[in-house]
């Protein structure tokens, strides 16, 4: 078995102070740049002497809204900071890292140079919200339309990014759908622990089916898709800690399992088991 690292680089700090990704300056900006970067090259050294495979460079960054080209936000100033770190990044990796390299593990952000030096990069096809209609008659079918929609304009995205139609990097499909009933049109809640209090998670219904469309749509598309070669597929927190389904409020294990997209012990754990046997 091999293991892949990856992470989420938080934008609270130990004091509880948070960076406000549509007001954030590119003084603090660089801060957290700078802090990242001595990070990770210091988690890749780790990452080499314990024999990890390979290993995610780049961060959670969606919450700096500012270097997206899509939002209403974007600053292109903000966007040359974040990838001129990647690249310097990537650069020191590699000569303390000799596993493999993937970029874009949580989004989609990248320009040729980053293109040349990663050996995979990873996508999460994403959907729009489902009208209420759609949600009522909800399918395998229509769900692999929109998955199949999402990828087309993942792929225009990523070659407007690198300047080329032709993309070599193979890719590794991060898949999620929860088991939440209203997933598919209210959209992803948090289920590893309490948003706020009271907990909001305890009123939500679970519907097990609802994922299990989902997979199934998501590795369809996948299998049948030819804009990308695949390095392997993801299925984004397979497995829950425990067996049960019942929201956990203890000090070790905390989280709501009926609505995770975790697939253990839910009818989509059989279509995941069927997907990865062929």
Request: charged fraction near 20%; glycine fraction near 6%.
């Given at each position: 078995m ?16 948070s960076?406000?990704a549509n007001?954030?300056?590119?003084g ?5 740049l ?10 890749a050294?780790?990452?080499q ?6 290993m995610?460079?780049d ?6 809204s ?6 209403a936000t974007?600053?292109?100033e903000f966007?040359a900071?974040?990838?001129?770190e990647?690249?310097l990044?990537?650069?020191e990796?590699?000569?303390v890292?000799?596993g493999?390299?993937v970029?874009?593990?949580?989004g989609t ?6 293109a ?6 990873g ?11 759609e949600y009522?008659?909800l399918t395998?079918e ?5 998955y ?6 993942k792929?225009?995205d ?11 990097l193979?890719?590794i499909w991060?898949?999620?759908?929860q088991?939440y009933?209203n997933?598919y049109?209210?959209?992803w809640?948090?289920?590893?622990f309490c ?9 939500y219904?679970?519907?097990f089916s609802i994922?299990a ?11 049948e ?6 390095n392997s597929?993801n299925i ?7 067996d049960d389904?019942?929201?956990h409020?203890g000090e070790h294990?905390?989280g ?5 997209q975790?697939v253990r012990?839910k009818p989509?754990?059989?279509?995941v ?6």
């Amino acid at each position: 078995m091999e293991v892949f690292y990856s992470q989420q680089f938080d934008y609270i700090d130990l004091k509880g102070n948070s960076v406000d990704a549509n007001t954030i300056t590119k003084g603090d900006f660089k801060k957290t740049l700078d802090a990242y970067h001595i990070f990770i090259v210091n988690q890749a050294r780790f990452n080499q002497q314990i024999g990890i495979a390979g290993m995610g460079v780049d961060y959670a960054y969606p919450w700096v809204s500012k270097i997206f080209t899509n939002e209403a936000t974007y600053d292109p100033e903000f966007r040359a900071m974040f990838l001129n770190e990647m690249n310097l990044i990537i650069d020191e990796i590699r000569a303390v890292f000799s596993g493999k390299i993937v970029m874009n593990t949580i989004g989609t952000i990248l320009d040729n140079r980053i293109a040349a030096k990663v050996d995979a990069i990873g996508v999460t096809p994403l959907i729009g919200l489902l009208t209420s209609d759609e949600y009522k008659h909800l399918t395998v079918e229509l769900l692999k339309s929109k998955y199949k929609a999402a990828i087309e304009q993942k792929y225009l995205d990523i070659s407007n990014q690198i300047g080329s139609t032709v993309i070599n990097l193979p890719v590794i499909w991060n898949l999620q759908a929860q088991s939440y009933a209203n997933y598919y049109d209210i959209g992803w809640t948090e289920s590893a622990f309490c948003s706020v209090f009271p907990c909001p998670q305890l009123t939500y219904k679970s519907d097990f089916s609802i994922q299990a469309i989902g997979y199934e749509a998501m590795l369809e598309v996948v299998s049948e898709q030819s804009h990308f070669g695949t390095n392997s597929v993801n299925i984004d927190v397979g497995y829950w800690l425990s067996d049960d389904m019942v929201p956990h409020f203890g000090e070790h294990q905390p989280g709501f399992p009926n609505l995770n997209q975790s697939v253990r012990n839910k009818p989509a754990e059989g279509i995941v088991r069927y997907w990865f046997g062929r």
